[in-house]
């Protein structure tokens, strides 16, 4: 046995209890986190925030080392973070072809490994993308414009548990057959006929995954790792603007792809330049068999007309939907959907847009609130979360990039009363662009364009109905037409809430009710929350759940006969 | 409780037991089946057969009774016995927009239904098409022209065995998940936040089964329950020359249904004449979400680029081939062999096509055999097998179509040498058309173009190839380029079949080795063999596997507080 084989059983070893805990946690669906989101010191260790902070810094303004990696070196790259800082850092440029060459070259030898390996070295690359979660941290803070503790949560820990559940489904998945069967079949006369089975997983071929700007890699781990530990190879084409924190996966990886005795080409980076369209020609390879997008409906909706020959799997837009009727703590509610619209400036696709008061208003514990009323409080609301600049800076971070400020420019000509979309200093990098959450007064006949678009960024609306059954035909109509991923109720009734269930479930979105207290509705926690529902247009897949990841491989037989088959002889 | 609510509980009760069996046969993979494929007095009763021959009889030249179902009665049918007699059984006829209208409606109370209770609707559903077995084989035997056993066998028990495999996948994967779950998530400081969760399996929508002329219940079956279970209605859209056996099917579920309190549109059947076009309508409809299909690998590419509202699974046609290296039992291999090539007169999607064989020739215990002299040999024992005519008749059924008898005229053209194509009487059926396999020898390369199409029917070609690694070098090409759903190895050499299985996988085809006794390339056992792969182009679905039923339902979560978020009052 060569060094390297030992390796690969080394790290399966060492994760197997955490890969056997995954993988019930997926199923039980109740609380489950491996990797602490905490940016803690007493977690992390003493060192670690410095340390983190001083490794991303001394990336800046060099070539990213991937050694062994193909292309031309420092070829590509010009990235600014939206709090200013200039990155100075190139990576690679590879030619589409030649990256699916070389990845299917080394997947292989990926394809002959065990599931049980697989799953090892992806819990081993996991466990360094934790240990790495300070200088993580500083990554996605200046390539999507997060807080830098959203950055810490969302773009590590929170990220690395999305990946370790894709791990656990697709390992799981791979041993739900066993790798061989003995097949013995009654006869009604004689002996009975037996056959020798083996079943083998094999992945599917080369999988490309094209990566977003704001979450590049909470919505990147899941297709990265499910395509990965299925034994398929992956090309990782980050958003020019956020190339650093999946370069820093990507190296991650081969690291630990190399140590187990594989070719580190299993995971390639294709970074490019901002002006760069490789994700087409890489999309549409005839190799590529597995594509996992997030990212716009254009793009998105272009990814499932041309990559025929691929598995696509989509996460796109939508309309996030609010429904409200009636509360028992109208202020906790206040509260809670303020958050919900200003963390991280509404650039999530999670964030509420559409919020449907009946023109009778909303009943609640402190009166009936007619449209105009609610949309005066919650800007109340608003900027009492938002009115301390340390603490507004936290929460909306900066944003990603002009197209998000032309939107909310756009978004002052819209409506009857519009609050909010004010700027904000950030207290630290005066170069950083804020807004507070616009809120627009619409009315759901006239303006109906108006809502039935995405405006992704902080804008929202309150859009006055007839009634909450109409709040709920509009949720069906516009979700079941234009997609959401996510739907909340508000309302003390239960046959409100009934409805609304079914008004969801019609729509195939996901739905929160009353949600007043310290969850909001744009966290979907891995091992519990489904994101993403593939029952409506905002997203063909569902982080995670098996149908993301029984499409990445197949299971091949072969059969033999286990016995002479007569006196003449047969197999030995 | 109703009475109707009363009988759901009852089905699923009855049959739970097998259910259970029936989901951990799929995860071992071993011997399992539980409708007996013997048509014997003893195992179905002294009257069964006679009383399924009256039955079928009694539905001759008179419209087919399908109680409420909408469309036109008695519009439609022309079938015709490939064994001579005219049938005279006419079928509604439904507008396909209708249809889906009607299915849809007829879904919603069925997407409400827990998995429990449609599990035990399709359980009995199965249950009674075994109790008219004896019914099902005449049905089967006089649309395709399987020979009658074969006709029971693979069109009644072991269908009902492949609908069964595909009911255990539908349920335990909706049950993966729990339907309710609770999540509480420690905090650094305070109480824990509380989540009570909900998650709902659901239909993806309208499942329109498009079915073939040689196996309409065998090939029909796994997708019409695999989406009925998971909460979706079914249009069976049968072959026009294969109607009856899945309007029985279709009655058999209507009746369940209603006995159960569901709308019996639920499953609906849009018969068609032999000139109608209506796949193409339903296939294409936007409230059409699963579409399953056998036939033509003309019309499945069709579907799959024109069908892009829906979740597309295939199976279509390939190049079945066979790898002759050595053997240490010739005499076994040709016996095998010459059943696989005669069984329903090589009508079969699993019967090898292209039998390649070393110009050298092929090793073994008889000595070594060129092409030319295997082929000669296989013709020996084809005329062995097929000399007497009642023996004969029982192996090859009848040619189903004039197309299969005009590939066979168009094969006496090609190759060196040829053998068999001859007429064979039916002692029962004169106007029965019988030829025995035909047999052509190639060149691997002077005939590329011959066998690297499909022959559909009682035509195989022996292929003189440069060595058994060019043989397999072929078999990874054409199968990888054209597909196929069986591959066999013929070699007493453990490198050899090493190879072979190396190039199976390469090639994502199932592998046969070494078959000479009494199991045939061409079957496929419910519950322990996959029937096509998903991996090379021949089918994009395999019978039965996860991928098969994930992606016919979406899982959709509601959450809301378990415990009032604060002093202020909160969800009680």
């Not at 209890?17 to 995954?22: I, N, P």
């Not at 590529?288 to 799997?313: C, K, M, P, Y």
């Not at 995670?544 to 990445?552: I, L």
């Amino acid at each position: 046995m060569s060094s390297s084989a030992t390796a690969r059983t080394d790290f399966f070893a060492r994760h197997e209890v955490l890969l056997r805990r995954a993988a019930d946690a997926v199923t039980e669906r109740g609380y489950f986190s491996a990797y602490p989101e905490s940016p803690s010191k007493s977690v992390y260790g003493e060192e670690a925030p410095a340390a983190g902070e001083a490794a991303f810094r001394a990336r800046l303004d060099k070539p990213f080392d991937l050694p062994g990696h193909p292309g031309e070196a420092g070829a590509v790259g010009a990235e600014v973070s939206p709090y200013g800082l200039k990155l100075g850092i190139t990576y690679p440029r590879v030619d589409p072809a030649e990256a699916v060459a070389v990845a299917r070259t080394a997947g292989r030898a990926w394809r002959r490994a065990t599931p049980d390996e697989r799953a090892g070295v992806a819990a081993e690359i996991l466990a360094r993308l934790n240990a790495a979660s300070f200088e993580m941290a500083h990554a996605v803070h200046h390539t999507t414009g997060q807080p830098f503790v959203m950055a810490f949560q969302a773009g590590g820990a929170n990220a690395q548990d999305r990946g370790l559940e894709a791990v656990a489904y697709a390992w799981a998945a791979q041993k739900r057959h066993p790798a061989t069967a003995s097949w013995v079949k009654p006869q009604r006369k004689g002996e009975p006929i037996a056959l020798d089975k083996t079943f083998t997983p094999v992945g599917r071929g080369v999988s490309v995954l094209v990566a977003c700007n704001t979450f590049p890699t909470w919505n990147g781990y899941p297709g990265l790792f499910a395509s990965l530990v299925t034994g398929n190879p992956v090309i990782v084409k980050p958003h020019a603007n956020a190339v650093l924190p999946l370069a820093l996966s990507v190296r991650l990886a081969r690291d630990v792809l190399a140590e187990a005795g594989f070719d580190p080409n299993v995971v390639l980076l294709a970074a490019e330049a901002a002006d760069g369209r490789s994700a087409q020609p890489l999309a549409t390879h005839p190799d590529v068999r597995i594509v996992d997008f997030t990212g716009s409906t254009r793009f998105g909706d272009w990814l499932e007309d041309n990559a025929r020959q691929a598995a696509v799997h989509t996460e796109k837009a939508g309309l996030n939907t609010v429904v409200l009727d009636s509360t028992d703590d109208y202020k906790g509610l206040l509260r809670n959907l303020a958050f919900s619209l200003s963390l991280y400036s509404g650039q999530m696709c999670t964030t509420p847009q559409n919020l449907y008061v009946p023109r009778s208003g909303l009943r609640g514990d402190q009166g009936v609130k007619t449209p105009a009323e609610f949309a005066a409080d919650l800007s109340g609301a608003l900027d009492k979360l938002l009115g301390d600049p340390q603490r507004a800076a936290g929460t909306l971070g900066a944003l990603a990039t002009g197209a998000v400020l032309d939107r909310v420019e756009k978004a002052r000509t819209v409506g009857s009363v519009r609050y909010g979309g004010r700027p904000v200093e950030h207290p630290e990098y005066p170069q950083a662009v804020l807004r507070t959450p616009l809120v627009a007064v619409l009315d759901a006949t006239e303006d109906a364009e108006v809502y039935r678009a995405e405006w992704f960024g902080p804008v929202s609306f309150v859009i006055a109905t007839d009634s909450t059954e109409h709040s709920l035909d509009l949720l069906r109509e516009t979700i079941g037409r234009f997609g959401a991923l996510t739907a909340t109720v508000h309302s003390t009734e239960e046959p409100v809430l009934e409805a609304a269930r079914e008004a969801a479930l019609d729509a195939g979105v996901h739905l929160a009710e009353n949600f007043t207290g310290q969850v909001f509705v744009n966290q979907s926690a891995a091992f519990s929350d489904f994101h993403g529902s593939q029952a409506n247009p905002a997203a063909s897949a569902t982080l995670t759940d098996p149908a993301f990841v029984t499409g990445r491989f197949a299971v091949l037989q072969s059969r033999r006969p286990a016995t002479p088959a007569d006196e003449e002889g047969g197999r030995a």
